[in-house]
């Protein structure tokens, strides 16, 4: 099983439309989570952290639900420039080291 | 001011050959990590340097794999006898703070290694 579990889609959706991805996690000690967006053929580049309180970000709202060990990602009236690969990531580590695990990420396209 | 380097951006190489990667992190970062991605797979770890402490080699595959970051600054990563297995793209990212707050990377933009 895959540390982190995200669905690859794709998602085809139309503009202005709401899509929510989900990612599911399986080390109970991960600390930190965030969402990361990589568009075709270049590197990734971090979108959000998210939290436990769930944050927003203009059409962007993140959660965080540990007792599940479930991240969610919603983007609202989506734009054309949204499409892209959506990865989910999870830190853990100690004070000293720790390391990033990246999902396999979730494509979306949206079409006018 | 400017980003995370990576050279070259593309290699092709024949099975059995050895390759050199190198990655030049933003300035003052003091981790480094080097992920390589395969066609339509997530990133996959492969080491990780923080500052003067000993790397943490778990990511990488096998022992034809090796990486160094000399002076706390640029890092090269080696990949020894090469197989057509390696082929992927290797990214590079680099992060300003250290340990538990070491989560906003910024990466490089790859080198894509073909192998023969």
């Known amino acids: 099983r895959k540390e982190v579990e995200q669905d690859p889609g794709p998602f085809n959706v139309p503009e202005g439309a709401t899509v929510a991805f989900n990612c599911t996690y399986s080390n109970s000690a991960s600390q930190s989570f965030f969402w990361y967006r990589q568009d075709c053929r270049k590197e990734p580049k971090l979108l959000m952290s998210?939290?436990?309180s769930g944050n927003e970000d203009g059409r962007f709202t993140a959660q965080l639900n540990r007792a599940s060990q479930y991240i969610s990602l919603l983007i609202r009236d989506s734009k054309l420039s949204d499409s892209a690969t959506y990865l989910c990531?999870?830190?853990?580590?100690?004070?000293?080291?720790?390391?990033?695990?990246f999902g396999q990420g979730t494509t979306l396209q949206v079409k006018p | 001011g400017a980003g995370v380097s990576q050279s070259p951006s593309n290699k092709v190489t024949e099975k059995g050959k050895d390759v050199e990667l190198r990655c030049d992190p933003i300035?003052?970062?003091?981790?480094l990590y080097w992920y390589r991605q395969s066609l339509g797979q997530g990133l996959e770890f492969l080491i990780y340097f923080q500052g003067n402490s000993a790397p943490d080699k778990s990511g990488l595959p096998s022992d034809r794999f090796s990486a160094e970051r000399t002076g706390g600054s640029v890092s090269t990563l080696t990949i020894q006898r090469t197989q057509q297995e390696d082929s992927a793209v290797y990214l590079c990212a680099s992060s300003p703070r250290s340990g538990g707050l070491a989560h906003e990377q910024y990466f490089g933009p790859g080198t894509r290694l073909t192998v023969t």
């Open positions: 300035s003052g970062h003091t981790a």
């Open positions: 990531v999870v830190f853990h580590g100690s004070s000293n080291t720790g390391k990033l695990i």
């Open positions: 998210v939290y436990s």
